[in-house]
C-alpha cells in the first residue's frame, strides 16, 4: 500500500465522496477492483502530460486530476455534479475546479495541451458536441486522451448499457469514427486487459473475478472473506494496458478502451 493510499483509506466518512455507482471512489476495499482499473490509465499517461497545461473533462471524485498535478505545469478540472466539484474542492485544495456542461468548457479557445476524459464519455448524451468542445479548447497539435468501457465486453450482446447511468457505450470502431469525424487523427487505440495476477484471480473465482462482485451485489449478499481480500489487494499494476495492431491483442476483447488523439 502506497502513502497515497494509506491516506484515501483513512479519510474520515464526511471527507469520502459517496459512493453512488455512477463514479469510483477510492479508499473503499469492496470498490478497490474499479478503483484501480480507472487508476492505471491515468498512470499510463503520467510521462505524456510532463509540464502540459492539462484540463480533465469530467474529474468525478478529484483523484485522477490530483496525480496528473503532481507532473503538469497546470491541471483545470470541470464537472457537472456539483457534490463532485465540491468534494474535490476540499479533498484537492490545490486543484482548480469548475461546475460546469462538459459540452459547454469553460475555457478559452486554445488554451490546453491535453484533454483528458477517463470514464466519461459513456455518461454523456451528446458525445459529438463534447468531441467538438475538446478540439476549441485544444492548442493545434494538442492531445485528447479517452478511456471508456469497450461496449463489446462491458454490455455484451446489447445496444442498451446494462450500467443505469451510461447512455451510450463505444467500441473501439465506434469510438474512432467519433474522433475522426469530430476533427482529430486517432494515433493509438489501446485496450485495457486483465494481467497476470488477476488472470489467476479470474480462474479462481470461477473464471471471472467480476462476475463474482457483480453476481454477490445483485443478490444482496455478502462477500466471502477470501473475495474481500482479493479485492483488497488488486493494484493497477495487475491491468496490462496494450497498443492493438492488427489483431495482435483484438481490441475487441479488451476491457476498457484507451483512445490517443490529436487536434487537426
Not at 467519433?178 to 495476477?197: N, Q
Amino acid at each position: 500500500m502506497t502513502d497515497q493510499d494509506r491516506t484515501l483509506a483513512d479519510l474520515p466518512a464526511d471527507v469520502q465522496l459517496a459512493l453512488t455507482g455512477e463514479r469510483t471512489v477510492p479508499g473503499i476495499p469492496a470498490e478497490n477492483y474499479w478503483f484501480r482499473r480507472h487508476e492505471v490509465a491515468y498512470q499510463h499517461i503520467l510521462d505524456r502530460c510532463a509540464g502540459r497545461d492539462i484540463l480533465e473533462a469530467g474529474s468525478g471524485e478529484g483523484y485522477g486530476a490530483a496525480m496528473l498535478a503532481e507532473v503538469a505545469a497546470s491541471v483545470t478540472c470541470v464537472d457537472y455534479d456539483e457534490s463532485a466539484v465540491e468534494h474535490t474542492r476540499r479533498r484537492y485544495a490545490g486543484l482548480v475546479v469548475h461546475q460546469a456542461n462538459l459540452i459547454d468548457l469553460p475555457l478559452a479557445d486554445a488554451s490546453v495541451d491535453t484533454v483528458v476524459n477517463f470514464q466519461v464519455i459513456e455518461h454523456l448524451w451528446d458525445q459529438p458536441a463534447f468531441i467538438t468542445e475538446c478540439r476549441r479548447v485544444l492548442r493545434p497539435g494538442g492531445e485528447l486522451l479517452i478511456s471508456t468501457p469497450n461496449r463489446i465486453t462491458f454490455s455484451p450482446g446489447r445496444d442498451t448499457p446494462l450500467n443505469p447511468f451510461h447512455t451510450r457505450e463505444l467500441s473501439a470502431a465506434e469510438l474512432t469514427e467519433l474522433l475522426i469525424e469530430g476533427g482529430f487523427a486517432v494515433t493509438a487505440m489501446l485496450g485495457v486487459w486483465h494481467g497476470a495476477r488477476l488472470r489467476d484471480l479470474d480462474r479462481r473465482w470461477g473464471g471471472s473475478i467480476i462476475d463474482a462482485q457483480i453476481e454477490r451485489a445483485l443478490a444482496g449478499v455478502d462477500w466471502p472473506d477470501e473475495l474481500t481480500a482479493d479485492v483488497a489487494a488488486i493494484t493497477a499494476a495487475d491491468f496490462d494496458v496494450v497498443e492493438a495492431t492488427g489483431d495482435n491483442p483484438d481490441i475487441d476483447t479488451s476491457l476498457d478502451l484507451f483512445a490517443i488523439a490529436v487536434r487537426i
